[in-house]
């Protein structure tokens, strides 16, 4: 049984890495996810008219994932899912920075620039939140903490990472490609000026060297 996106999918990876490094670094949402589904024998196959309900069509071939049904899409699961839903994510943030919306939550042809891999991760991990719990094969559910290696930063949820002018009220400070050699220091003082903040988060990401390679 699939509790929904807050939680951990029973047949989800999980860390730490064979060099002992914690994985995941984020989670999506790979479970009761309606994808294309068409079948090649199949022409002309349409989209449902509404949403259906997963818990239904599992023995109902008129709903998507039953062999009879005309539509053109299913219900799947797995990284093949998962996998999608994060670098879909990537591409908006990337798109974000280079359409200028940085920092004032709204398009700006003089504040585009080209974000490097670190900083769409940094925002990736930054936006994540801290799912439920994680299942089990026996469909028990056990704890989570945020850094763990069920979830890494957590669920990912863009809307808590980015300024979009009228969405939210995030403020957002960014420094990219900044190179620092090894002893170098550099120093960011911030001033909160409001008591009702609930949320400061910092994220450091840099490109790491291959991890090395281990045979099974």
Same mark, same amino acid.
């Given at each position: 049984?699939?509790?929904?996106?807050?939680?951990?999918?029973?047949?989800?990876?999980?860390?730490?890495?064979?060099?002992?490094?914690?994985? &995941?670094?984020?989670?999506?949402?790979? %479970?009761?996810?309606?994808?294309? =589904?068409?079948?090649?024998?199949? /022409?002309?196959?349409? +989209?449902?008219?509404?949403?259906?309900?997963?818990?239904?069509?599992?023995?109902?071939?008129n709903q998507p994932g039953g062999v009879?049904?005309?539509?053109?899409?299913?219900?799947?699961?797995?990284?093949?899912?998962?996998?999608?839903?994060?670098?879909?994510?990537?591409?908006?943030?990337?798109?974000?920075?280079?359409?200028?919306?940085?920092?004032?939550?709204k398009p700006r042809d003089i504040n585009?620039?080209? &974000?490097?891999?670190?900083?769409?991760? %940094?925002?990736?991990?930054?936006? =994540?939140?801290?799912?439920?719990? /994680?299942?089990?094969? +026996?469909?028990?559910?056990?704890?989570?903490?945020?850094?763990?290696?069920?979830?890494?930063?957590?669920?990912?949820?863009?809307?808590?990472?980015?300024?979009?002018?009228?969405?939210?009220?995030?403020?957002?400070?960014?420094?990219?490609?900044?190179?620092?050699?090894?002893?170098?220091?550099?120093?960011?003082?911030?001033?909160?000026?409001?008591?009702?903040?609930?949320?400061?988060?910092?994220?450091?990401?840099?490109?790491?060297?291959?991890?090395?390679?281990?045979?099974?």
């Amino acid at each position: 049984y699939d509790y929904g996106f807050e939680y951990l999918a029973a047949f989800s990876s999980r860390g730490p890495t064979a060099d002992n490094r914690i994985k &995941p670094d984020i989670v999506s949402p790979g %479970a009761q996810v309606l994808s294309a =589904g068409s079948q090649p024998d199949r /022409s002309n196959e349409c +989209d449902p008219p509404t949403r259906p309900n997963y818990s239904t069509f599992i023995e109902d071939d008129n709903q998507p994932g039953g062999v009879n049904n005309g539509y053109g899409v299913t219900f799947m699961q797995g990284t093949s899912m998962a996998t999608p839903v994060t670098a879909g994510t990537a591409a908006i943030v990337r798109q974000y920075f280079e359409d200028g919306y940085y920092p004032t939550g709204k398009p700006r042809d003089i504040n585009k620039m080209n &974000p490097s891999g670190a900083l769409v991760k %940094a925002v990736l991990m930054n936006s =994540g939140v801290l799912i439920k719990g /994680s299942q089990s094969t +026996d469909s028990k559910i056990k704890s989570t903490d945020m850094y763990d290696v069920h979830q890494g930063f957590g669920r990912t949820t863009i809307n808590n990472a980015l300024k979009l002018e009228g969405e939210n009220d995030i403020s957002t400070y960014v420094q990219d490609r900044r190179h620092i050699e090894r002893l170098q220091f550099e120093t960011f003082d911030f001033t909160l000026t409001s008591c009702s903040l609930n949320q400061f988060s910092v994220m450091l990401v840099w490109t790491d060297p291959a991890g090395p390679i281990t045979g099974a």
